[in-house]
């Protein structure tokens, strides 16, 4: 069967926050949902529970924790165990839950930067440290890699308590490497350090690249390393708002302490769909689906990229190896800094204009703890990505 995924889909005045929060003629390319219909196994699997008229309190059946496991082993190559297994309401409660359950207030959390937001007030409202480690941006092969010597003298340093890896990374584009994984997993053993894995961008992994994404478990596992992982098919299937996520710890305490912290938290509650719809989602016919929306979103980003290197050249564009957001490097934009100096209001000011001036919403990488940088969503229909790529484009060149 072959899936649509150009047919736009009017979402305003569906109490929608891409879209709901935009003005009207603005295209929002900034909050990470997707603007394509969910799968269709998934549809059905919804319309038959509505099918019955009473949603109370639910149990979890052995059948949700059956689709993981048969999920992560024929399309990853790791098989989790069921007793291992904790479901909450989502990727960001289950790392703060992670984080309250395997820290002491005061403790340090070291991640990556550029980072996905959440992980600083995660880290900050568990009354924790926060530790960046930098990522090296290599401007001229447009990519990041990890600074193994700084990564090691922070580990050595600092004692961090957890190390939180994002795999395939959020806002970068990277997918880490094998060399790269099996190096972070010796290093965290051998200051052990906990490694919490968010893999939630898992499934989105250029065709062209080469290679998969890798699990971190079973490399943590080779190497004597601590880990524990958090995930969710929310991301990949357009979800997000049936609430649901999974963590794996194979450390009976460590277990017991994050799902003390769930509670404690009161995320301890799944709805009434959203176990039915990962058990619809992690089949054959959503695997299919889902295969044919990455190779659709990874044609729009060729297009886009080749859009963007050739109308602004001097702007690097970090290689997108997975998740669906493009990373661009504005720091070059002369009109955009308005405070010489500041890099900071080069990627707000950035942002602002092509907001204000050409009604398209992007992110500055402020918020991500790097100025100079604008996130761009590019899970939408071509059709769509074609008219913010102009305004885009069209707004940069005026603070060229």
């Known amino acids: 069967m072959t899936y649509d995924f150009d047919t736009i889909i009017d979402r ?25 219909a969910t799968a269709p196994c998934i549809v059905d699997a919804l319309r038959r529970r509505l099918d019955h008229p009473v949603f109370g309190y639910n149990l979890i059946p052995e059948t949700f924790y059956d689709a993981i496991i048969r999920w992560n082993a024929t399309r990853h190559g790791w098989t989790p165990l069921r007793h291992h297994m904790l479901y909450t309401s989502g990727v960001v409660p289950a790392l703060s839950a992670i984080i309250r359950g395997l820290t002491t207030s005061g403790d340090a959390v070291l991640f990556m930067t550029p980072a996905y937001n959440c992980f600083f007030s995660s880290v900050r409202n568990n009354g924790c440290r ?8 290599d401007a001229a092969a447009e990519r990041y890699a990890v600074d193994f ?43 052990g350090v906990i490694v ?18 890798l699990p971190f478990a079973p490399i943590a596992d080779s190497a004597g390393c601590q880990w524990v992982v958090a995930n969710a098919p929310n991301k990949a299937f357009n979800i997000a708002g049936l609430m649901t996520a999974y963590i794996v710890c194979p450390d009976n305490q460590q277990r017991t302490a994050i799902d003390r912290a769930i509670n404690i938290n009161e995320v301890c509650d799944i709805n009434s769909f959203s176990f039915v719809a990962l058990q619809a989602a992690y089949t054959p016919e959503g695997e299919e689906w889902l295969r044919q929306l990455v190779g659709y979103i990874f044609d729009g980003y060729r297009t886009f990229r080749a859009t963007m290197k050739q109308a602004l050249p001097n702007l690097p564009l970090a290689h997108l190896e997975g998740t669906y957001l493009a990373w661009l490097d504005v720091s070059a934009l002369r009109g955009a800094n308005t ?39 590019l899970a939408t229909p071509h059709q769509l990505l074609s008219q913010a790529t102009t305004r885009i484009v069209r707004g940069l060149q005026e603070l060229a």
Not at 355 to 362: D, G, K, L, S
Request: aromatic content about 10%; charged content about 20%.
């Open 12 to 36: 305003r005045a569906t109490d929608c926050v891409k879209w709901d929060e935009a003005a009207p003629g603005e295209l929002p390319l900034w909050v990470a949902d997707m603007d394509f």
């Open 130 to 137: 926060e530790l960046h480690l930098p990522l090296t941006w």
């Open 149 to 191: 010597d700084l990564f090691e003298t922070m580990l050595r340093g600092e004692r961090p308590r957890l190390f939180v890896l994002c795999n395939p990374h959020n806002p970068t584009g990277r997918v880490w490497t094998l060399a790269e994984l099996q190096h972070i997993a010796s290093l965290c053993a051998r200051y």
């Open 196 to 213: 919490v894995a968010d893999e939630i961008h898992c499934e989105f992994v250029d065709p062209q690249l080469g290679r998969r994404y």
């Open 339 to 377: 405070n010489p100096g500041s890099m900071a209001s080069v990627s707000q000011a950035a942002s602002e204009h092509l907001r204000r001036h050409h009604a398209v919403w992007v992110n500055p990488g402020d918020m991500y703890g790097q100025p100079g940088f604008l996130r761009i969503n």
